[in-house]
């Protein structure tokens, strides 16, 4: 089963904004602010199961045992460069929440991700680390960078796209199944140059507005 790892966001808001993102002819700025939207919602998704504990206060009618967040927070990793158009739209959810960042290249020749800078907090281990990055396309890079999280320190981590190819998917069940995955859309494949159809191109030359 593809899904048994996937959870997809078909809330209607989601698949309409997610619709207007496909469009070849959504300019850069509606497509940055688009994903920004869907963001904050990945945001509440993905947060969903977070602990919480009770701490006493007082509100203007009577003092109260309410409900907070348990323990240490979120860290929030973007992948390089793309992945910093769902970040941006997270922290305005989750304005406490550590940021760090993992930048990764594929070598022309093999093929495979390398890496050129990582920076993250240190105390990962202690925190539920979210992985973002807007396509899930060979699942080769979100594969290379949550390993280097593990051996980082990093135990909890769930990772959030917008499209997610079945090629991806399955790169992903067979290195990381302990990972959930969260997206708006599972689409149908990956064509010869290794984009996600129908998908929505190139989601970094989208974002920043270059070729």
Known sequence: MLNDLVTEIKHPLVQHKLTLMRSKDTPTDNF?????????????????DLPIE???????IQEIDAPVISGKKLCVISVLRAGNGILDGMLDLLPNA??????????PETLEPVEYYYKVP???????????????????????AIERLKRGGAKTI????????????EVMRKAHPDVPIITASIDQRLNEHGYIVPGLGDAGDRIFGTK
């Open 54 to 60: 009770f701490t006493r206060i007082e509100t203007p």
């Open 98 to 107: 550590r940021v760090g960042h993992i930048g990764l290249y594929r070598d």
């Open 158 to 169: 769930k990772f959030v796209c917008l499209l997610a190819a079945p090629e991806g998917i």
């Open 32 to 48: 940055r602010r688009l994903l920004r939207e869907i963001s904050q919602m990945f945001a509440y998704e993905v947060t969903r």
């Open 122 to 144: 240190e105390d990962i281990s202690e925190r539920l680390v979210i992985v973002v990055d807007p396509m899930l396309a060979t699942g080769n890079s979100a594969a290379a």
